[in-house]
């Protein structure tokens, strides 16, 4: 549902506005809007657009404690006897500390990533005898130490015919050979360019290795163990200093959000010389508590209008429901978040979507394994909204399992457990009912959101939504009485139709004429189109797309009887694998199976819910065009 909201007013003396401010409004619940748009009258009042001189200060604290990763998400604002010079001395000196421990670790990793390098470098060669040491005190020749594609390097000699060059080749594997060249200084260039178009990879060595590649390789992992050593310390240095300080930095955090909280209510407010006031919109149950508080204050009044009074302005919306609609709200928002003055479809989509899934994927079984992933998670913190879903849809499915006689896919003449109802895949009859029960779930559906449509068309004073749209009065009659007529027409029924067909016109000629006729209800004088010629065939087209929607918008929900079979004859395939299979080979199948058919298949089923919810029901009802409450204190 959908909190009723109110719009304030708070009017006291400029002089006491921070004493105001941080007494009533700080922690109040308010969406502020400028008071120059609000109010019918500002004259005299100015708008304080000055820059938050602690502006820098949050934005430093903030960083510091995201570098540090201490959350502050918990932490209430408050205020101390602390000024804001000495916050900003801290929070420097704190960051000094910090930023040096941090570098000093930076520059052990890099160290160590070089000592890695290194070693993978020699891994390749570390069975041959060359002494590295002797490589950079070569006085008249350049080397290169690296690796060449063996396809390179048995074109190689052709490349080095005519040149005073050497290649030494050390090891090789199928696809390599490691090795070095020699070259002069006066051809270096040339040889490497030869090289270069070889595809010979350098493997570079900083010179420092002693002895044998394996002898550098040890000495090297001793440097690297060290290393981590000194990483390992220096990180226990960067923890306690943290853990040392971290409630001083909570504490300076809380303090500099008090204090920039606090001047930003300047930015909502217009002042006089003498005056402030301040506007916005507050859930209307939280009015009594702030009046109560500001009867106590003579410096400070509070004036309360409802939304019908500042009718040029549009409230926003906050959602207030149950804690097991709450993550179908999440849903609501993708589509658009309910304007103030419509239904919120939050309950009806939660109800509905929990209905249809357990309808489409009904298996005892793999409901149980949904609710509990989804339980799991939620213990976990983990998955967000779609963890919350998993337990009521995972229940549903479940039911639906006890109501199909289906546990783990055996059910039928494979069942473990008696259907309360009936099995849809048993027989063409039972599949046949499935399909049936299927549309006419999704005929009561339909008329529901005609209602709700209604229902928003009363709210929002609109008679050409009430009573002459296609989701209004005259759609809810013609489609209610052409299924009439066509269900008394499959049976053969001889009830006379004559009344039916009667009002089955009027309502093809109300949807046909809404436009006109919802402006004349409304007494606007241009009522009447001025090209009728364009008006009559713009309508008629509308008018035909309008019976259309009412086609496949009834058809679409065959989809819901449909995985309802699938589902059941999925799993069908399943168990007749199992049974066929020695031991083994059916327990492999029935996880595999399962598996497959929980994760994929659940996936499905629960995009195409929602695919019936946004197309064939929010259409019919919700506009969605709302703006979310979001109150300063938050």
Same mark, same amino acid.
């Given at each position: 549902?959908?909190?009723?909201?109110?719009?304030?007013?708070?009017?006291?003396?400029?002089?006491?506005?921070?004493? %105001?401010?941080?007494?009533?409004?700080?922690?109040?619940?308010?969406?502020?809007?400028?008071?120059?748009?609000?109010?019918?009258?500002?004259?005299?009042?100015?708008?304080?657009?000055?820059?938050?001189?602690?502006?820098?200060?949050?934005?430093?604290?903030?960083?510091?404690?995201?570098?540090?990763?201490?959350?502050?998400?918990?932490?209430?604002?408050?205020?101390?006897?602390?000024?804001?010079?000495?916050?900003?001395?801290?929070?420097?000196?704190?960051?000094?500390?910090?930023?040096?421990?941090?570098?000093?670790?930076?520059?052990?990793?890099?160290?160590?990533?070089?000592?890695?390098?290194?070693?993978?470098?020699?891994?390749?060669?570390?069975?041959?005898?060359?002494?590295?040491?002797?490589?950079?005190?070569?006085?008249?020749?350049?080397?290169?130490?690296?690796?060449?594609?063996?396809?390179?390097?048995?074109?190689?000699?052709?490349?080095?015919?005519?040149?005073?060059?050497?290649?030494?080749?050390?090891?090789?594997?199928?696809?390599?050979?490691? =090795?070095?060249?020699?070259?002069?200084?006066?051809?270096?260039?040339?040889?490497?360019?030869?090289?270069?178009?070889?595809?010979?990879?350098?493997?570079?060595?900083?010179?420092?290795?002693?002895?044998?590649?394996?002898?550098?390789?040890?000495?090297?992992?001793?440097?690297?163990?060290?290393?981590?050593?000194?990483?390992?310390?220096?990180?226990?240095?960067?923890?306690?200093?943290?853990?040392?300080?971290?409630?001083?930095?909570?504490?300076?955090?809380?303090?500099?959000?008090?204090?920039?909280?606090?001047?930003?209510?300047?930015?909502?407010?217009?002042?006089?010389?003498?005056?402030?006031?301040?506007?916005?919109?507050?859930?209307?149950?939280?009015?009594?508590?702030?009046?109560?508080?500001?009867?106590?204050?003579?410096?400070?009044?509070? %004036?309360?209008?409802?939304?019908?009074?500042?009718?040029?302005?549009?409230?926003?919306?906050?959602?207030?429901?149950?804690?097991?609609?709450?993550?179908?709200?999440?849903?609501?928002?993708?589509?658009?978040?309910?304007?103030?003055?419509?239904?919120?479809?939050?309950?009806?989509?939660?109800?509905?979507?929990?209905?249809?899934?357990?309808?489409?994927?009904?298996?005892?079984?793999? =409901?149980?394994?949904?609710?509990?992933?989804?339980?799991?998670?939620?213990?976990?913190?983990?998955?967000?909204?779609?963890?919350?879903?998993?337990?009521?849809?995972?229940?549903?499915?479940?039911?639906?399992?006890?109501?199909?006689?289906?546990?783990?896919?055996?059910?039928?003449?494979?069942?473990? %457990?008696?259907?309360?109802?009936?099995?849809?895949?048993?027989?063409?009859?039972?599949?046949?009912?499935?399909?049936?029960?299927?549309?006419?779930?999704?005929?009561? %559906?339909?008329?529901?959101?005609?209602?709700?449509?209604?229902?928003?068309?009363?709210?929002?004073?609109?008679?050409?939504?009430?009573?002459?749209?296609?989701?209004?009065?005259?759609?809810?009659?013609?489609?209610?009485?052409?299924?009439?007529?066509?269900?008394?027409?499959?049976?053969?029924? =001889?009830?006379?139709?004559?009344?039916?067909?009667?009002?089955?016109?009027?309502?093809?000629?109300?949807?046909?004429?809404?436009?006109?006729?919802?402006?004349?209800?409304?007494?606007?004088?241009?009522?009447?189109?001025?090209?009728?010629?364009?008006?009559?065939?713009?309508?008629?087209?509308?008018?035909?797309?309008?019976?259309?929607?009412?086609?496949?918008?009834?058809?679409?929900?065959?989809?819901?009887?449909?995985?309802?079979?699938?589902?059941?004859?999925?799993?069908?395939?399943?168990?007749?694998?199992?049974?066929?299979?020695?031991?083994?080979?059916?327990?492999?199948?029935?996880?595999?199976?399962?598996?497959?058919?929980?994760?994929?298949?659940?996936?499905?089923?629960?995009?195409?819910?929602?695919?019936?919810?946004?197309?064939?029901?929010?259409?019919?009802?919700?506009?969605?065009?709302?703006?979310?409450?979001?109150?300063?204190?938050?």
């Amino acid at each position: 549902m959908i909190s009723k909201m109110k719009f304030i007013s708070l009017v006291g003396p400029r002089s006491e506005f921070d004493r %105001i401010a941080s007494d009533y409004v700080l922690d109040s619940a308010i969406e502020f809007e400028n008071p120059l748009h609000a109010l019918r009258s500002t004259g005299g009042f100015t708008m304080d657009t000055s820059p938050n001189p602690y502006e820098n200060s949050m934005k430093h604290v903030a960083d510091v404690l995201e570098y540090v990763h201490i959350d502050c998400s918990g932490v209430r604002r408050h205020d101390e006897p602390i000024s804001k010079e000495e916050l900003d001395q801290f929070l420097d000196h704190f960051d000094t500390q910090i930023h040096a421990i941090k570098q000093e670790i930076e520059s052990l990793q890099t160290e160590l990533t070089h000592y890695d390098e290194v070693v993978q470098t020699l891994i390749p060669v570390m069975d041959s005898n060359i002494q590295l040491e002797k490589l950079p005190k070569l006085q008249y020749l350049n080397y290169r130490f690296g690796k060449l594609p063996m396809s390179s390097y048995q074109k190689l000699g052709t490349y080095l015919k005519d040149l005073p060059a050497y290649f030494y080749a050390l090891t090789s594997s199928k696809d390599y050979v490691w =090795g070095m060249y020699f070259v002069s200084q006066a051809h270096t260039e040339n040889v490497d360019r030869i090289f270069a178009t070889l595809y010979f990879e350098s493997l570079l060595l900083d010179g420092a290795e002693q002895g044998t590649p394996s002898q550098a390789i040890a000495a090297i992992r001793k440097k690297a163990e060290d290393t981590r050593s000194q990483i390992t310390a220096k990180r226990a240095q960067l923890e306690n200093t943290v853990k040392a300080q971290s409630k001083d930095l909570l504490k300076a955090y809380a303090c500099i959000k008090y204090h920039y909280d606090l001047y930003n209510l300047h930015h909502h407010a217009t002042v006089s010389q003498s005056s402030f006031c301040l506007t916005g919109w507050i859930d209307a149950d939280e009015v009594p508590a702030l009046q109560a508080k500001l009867q106590k204050d003579p410096a400070c009044s509070m %004036i309360v209008d409802s939304p019908e009074t500042v009718s040029h302005i549009t409230p926003p919306t906050k959602l207030k429901n149950w804690r097991i609609f709450h993550p179908f709200e999440e849903f609501v928002r993708m589509y658009g978040v309910p304007n103030y003055n419509e239904i919120d479809p939050t309950p009806f989509l939660a109800v509905v979507y929990t209905l249809l899934f357990g309808i489409m994927f009904g298996d005892v079984g793999h =409901g149980l394994c949904l609710a509990a992933i989804g339980l799991v998670m939620i213990l976990l913190k983990k998955g967000g909204f779609l963890a919350k879903l998993l337990v009521p849809l995972g229940l549903s499915s479940t039911l639906f399992g006890f109501m199909y006689g289906s546990v783990f896919g055996f059910e039928g003449e494979h069942a473990l %457990i008696r259907p309360l109802w009936y099995t849809p895949f048993e027989g063409s009859a039972s599949m046949m009912n499935t399909l049936i029960y299927s549309v006419a779930l999704g005929v009561v %559906i339909i008329l529901l959101c005609m209602a709700f449509n209604i229902v928003n068309g009363i709210r929002q004073k609109n008679w050409q939504k009430i009573l002459f749209s296609q989701n209004g009065v005259a759609g809810m009659v013609f489609y209610a009485l052409v299924l009439f007529c066509a269900i008394s027409a499959m049976q053969g029924s =001889g009830h006379p139709m004559t009344v039916a067909i009667i009002f089955i016109v009027i309502s093809l000629i109300l949807m046909f004429l809404q436009e006109p006729l919802g402006k004349l209800l409304a007494k606007k004088k241009d009522w009447m189109p001025e090209e009728k010629g364009g008006f009559f065939v713009e309508a008629f087209f509308e008018l035909f797309e309008v019976i259309l929607s009412f086609v496949t918008n009834t058809v679409s929900f065959l989809r819901v009887g449909a995985f309802a079979l699938n589902h059941a004859g999925m799993m069908s395939v399943v168990v007749m694998f199992m049974l066929q299979l020695n031991p083994a080979g059916s327990v492999a199948i029935a996880i595999f199976g399962n598996l497959l058919v929980i994760g994929l298949e659940g996936l499905i089923v629960g995009i195409q819910v929602l695919r019936l919810g946004f197309y064939e029901m929010f259409s019919r009802f919700y506009s969605g065009d709302g703006r979310e409450f979001h109150p300063a204190n938050r």
